[in-house]
């Protein structure tokens, strides 16, 4: 009985890796270029555009911090924007 549940369980495991196989792409994507936009709200006080939330956002800035010269250099720029903090 229990080797007919773990079959089963694998079968619809099976299944569902088939279904979303061709969607991972897209997924992945639309994941980074919400992660992009959320960097951008984060750094926008820093790079001069005006964010109400920047209090905030601000304790945010020791998690994110990693993730910023991804973030900049996919956004196209090759040093970083802020004068605060270098990370090339």
Known sequence: MA???LSLKRLFQ????????PHKSEVARELRDEDDLFLLL???D???I???A???T??????????FHDWHIRMG???SPLSGFRCC
């Open 14 to 21: 099976y299944y569902d890796e088939v279904l979303s196989l």
């Open 58 to 67: 601000l304790e945010l800035y020791p998690y994110i911090l990693e993730k």
């Open 50 to 52: 005006p964010n109400p």
């Open 54 to 56: 920047f209090y905030y």
């Open 77 to 79: 720029m090759e040093k």
């Open 46 to 48: 820093m790079l001069g």
């Open 3 to 5: 080797s007919k549940r």
């Open 42 to 44: 984060v750094y926008s």
